[in-house]
Structures are given as C-alpha cells and as structure tokens.
T-cell receptor
Framework: DTAVSQTPKYLVTQMGNDKSIKCEQN?????MYWYKQDSKKFLKIMFS???????INETVPNRFSPKSPDKAHLNLHINSLELGDSAVYFC?????????FGQGTRLTVV | KQEVTQIPAALSVPEGENLVLNCSFT??????LQWFRQDPGKGLTSLLL?????REQTSGRLNASLDKSSGRSTLYIAASQPGDSATYLC???????????FGSGTRLQVQP
C-alpha cells in the first residue's frame, strides 16, 4: 500500500497547455505539500495545506493553483504551461513530524 | 530565512568504509531535522527524523546527530555498501513553519 501516491508519473505537454497532477495520502495526515525539484536537483516548497487550508504559498506564480477537496487529497493544477515549469513535482504529507513523499511527477514542457 | 548547506557535494568511497555526511543550517529555531535518501529518478525515502529536543537517532547502520545550538547535523553511515549509493538530503522544519527547507544534497557512490 503506497502511503503517498501521485499521478501521473510522467507528463509531457506543449507550452500553453493546462495540466493537473493528483496526489493522495492514506496516512491520515493533516498536512500536505507540493515541492518542486529543479534541473539542479534542488527541492523547494511550493505550497503547504493543513486540514484543507492553505498555510504556505511560497511566491509561486498564480498559474499554479493547488486544490484540496479533502484532507487526503491535494491536487496541483497548472495553467498556461511554460518551458521553465519543466521539473519534478513531489507531493508529501506529515503529521507534526516525519514527512513522507510521493514518487514524483516529471513534467516536461516542450 | 533558513538556509541549509550540505558538505561534501559528492563523495566516492570503497565498500566497507565508515563515512560522515555533514549538514548545517543558519537558524537554530528548528522543530525537527530529517535525513532522506533519493535514488536516481525516484522519490525521497525518509531515513531518520530528529526532533529538536533530541541529540541523535539510530537506524541500523545509520546514525544521525543534531547540535541545534551550533546549527549542525551529521549522518554517519557504518560499513558502507554499494547499495548505499544515492543522494542524501538533509531538511529542516522551522518552528511555526509547516514546510521543509532542503540542502542541495550529498551524492554518494560506494564502490564494490
């Protein structure tokens, strides 16, 4: 049973398109996150949600819109994709301590 | 603003050697510190979590220490094996901020 699962694993799309990445956790955690890993492998927080409420938005362009329909899900919708959005996006969850990460979604914008 | 630095950036050792990976952070007001492993093209696997009130944690051949006042943590790997080859990431969660700040990682290669 995968604790944090995200789909799709790979996403190749053209500039200007809109795409979504889905994330689900079955750990019962209150807090979920989206992180971005750039081409230099550096990981940086994008968004943090606690009990479906946004608590951190790390100066991410408003083309990125997270949505949390319930505590177990945090989806990431990206409008008008740009070349610079190409990266690996990781979903994670935690409950006041250890964070668990999904396997990542490699987004390639062409 | 919290900054996390990991030294060295890359390390290559022969199998069986004991090794130490270093992590330093600029703001000592942390809630916890976590060490992860990332294999190429894969996600992050949590190795050890140290709460701010703790000094160290151990799991098998891994031992992580935390000196909060000096802003340092070390990950000690005993009797390294080729299967330990991966990138090791250090991350801190600041008190009152529900997010991790990551270092840039140490890429470890253990040669058979």
């Amino acid at each position: 049973d995968t604790a944090v699962s995200q789909t799709p694993k790979y996403l190749v799309t053209q500039m200007g398109n809109d795409k979504s990445i889905k994330c689900e956790q079955n750990l019962g955690h209150d807090t979920m996150y989206w992180y971005k890993q750039d081409s230099k492998k550096f990981l940086k927080i994008m968004f943090s949600y606690n009990n479906k409420e946004l608590i951190i938005n790390e100066t991410v362009p408003n083309r990125f819109s997270p949505k949390s329909p319930d505590k177990a899900h945090l989806n990431l919708h990206i409008n008008s994709l740009e070349l610079g959005d190409s990266a690996v996006y990781f979903c994670a969850s935690s409950q006041l301590s250890e964070a668990f990460f999904g396997q990542g979604t490699r987004l390639t914008v062409v | 603003k919290q900054e996390v630095t990991q030294i060295p950036a890359a390390l290559s050792v022969p199998e069986g050697e004991n090794l130490v990976l270093n992590c330093s952070f600029t703001d000592s007001a942390i809630y916890n510190l976590q060490w992860f492993r990332q294999d190429p093209g894969k996600g992050l696997t949590s190795l050890l979590l140290i709460q701010s009130s703790q000094r160290e944690q151990t799991s098998g051949r891994l031992n992580a220490s935390l000196d909060k006042s000096s802003g340092r943590s070390t990950l000690y790997i005993a009797a390294s094996q080729p299967g330990d080859s991966a990138t090791y990431l250090c991350a801190v969660e600041d008190t009152g901020r529900r997010a991790l700040t990551f270092g840039s990682g140490t890429r470890l290669q253990v040669q058979p």
